[in-house]
Structure formats: C-alpha cells, structure tokens
Nanobody
Framework: VQLQASGGGLVQAGGSLKLSCRGS????????LGWYRQTPGNQRELVAT???????NYNTSLEDRFTISRDNTRNTMYLQMISLKPEDTAVYFC?????????WGQGTLVTVSS
C-alpha cells in the first residue's frame, strides 16, 4: 500500500492550496480516506475523512475553510484549503485503514506566512 501526498508549499496568509494524495495497492474505490496534520511536538490532528460513498467528516474548526474530495477514476483524494492562516502550518498526511491496518503517506509540508 502506498499513499503519495503532494501539493504542499509556501503560501501567504489568506491564500489557498490544494493537496493531493494518490493511493495504490488498495481497492481505492471502497477505501475510507483521511487527512491529518501535525506540527512539531504535537500529536496528529484530524483534518477530514471521506468514505467510499463520499460522506465527509471534518474537524469542526476547519470545515468552513477546508474541503475534502476524491476522484476514484484517478485513485486520488484531495484537500482544498482556502483562507489559510499561519496556524495551518503543518505537515499534512493522508491515511487509510485497509484490512485492519492504518497506512500513512509521507506527508507534505504546508507553510503559511503572515
């Protein structure tokens, strides 16, 4: 199982970024997927999840600015982030639980400058 996250970078406060996560080694179409983020010294924090039938769940503090989606034809999940704030600076990880195991991508760094 491989999850390849991309799309991170440096953005000014108020800007937008769209992260992508491409999965392989799983039946992507039926997998529940998610995004988490982590800052140094802190635990990973849920950002959002999306089920196979596109039901979504968000960290309530982020749902007005972040949108999770998926394109099963491309085996890819997305996270659209708008109105970014310096406190959104973190490494963003994609994840899935497949056959009772949690798998994580390598993470993509998002840095929001003030």
């Amino acid at each position: 199982v491989q999850l390849q996250a991309s799309g991170g970078g440096l953005v000014q406060a108020g800007g937008s970024l769209k992260l992508s996560c491409r999965g392989s080694g799983i039946n992507f179409r039926i997998a529940t997927l998610g995004w988490y983020r982590q800052t140094p010294g802190n635990q990973r924090e849920l950002v959002a999840t999306i089920t196979s039938d596109h039901k979504t769940n968000y960290n309530t503090s982020l749902e007005d600015r972040f949108t999770i989606s998926r394109d099963n034809t491309r085996n890819t999940m997305y996270l659209q982030m708008i109105s970014l704030k310096p406190e959104d600076t973190a490494v963003y990880f994609c994840t899935t639980n497949w056959r009772s195991r949690n798998f994580w991508g390598q993470g993509t760094l998002v840095t929001v400058s003030s």
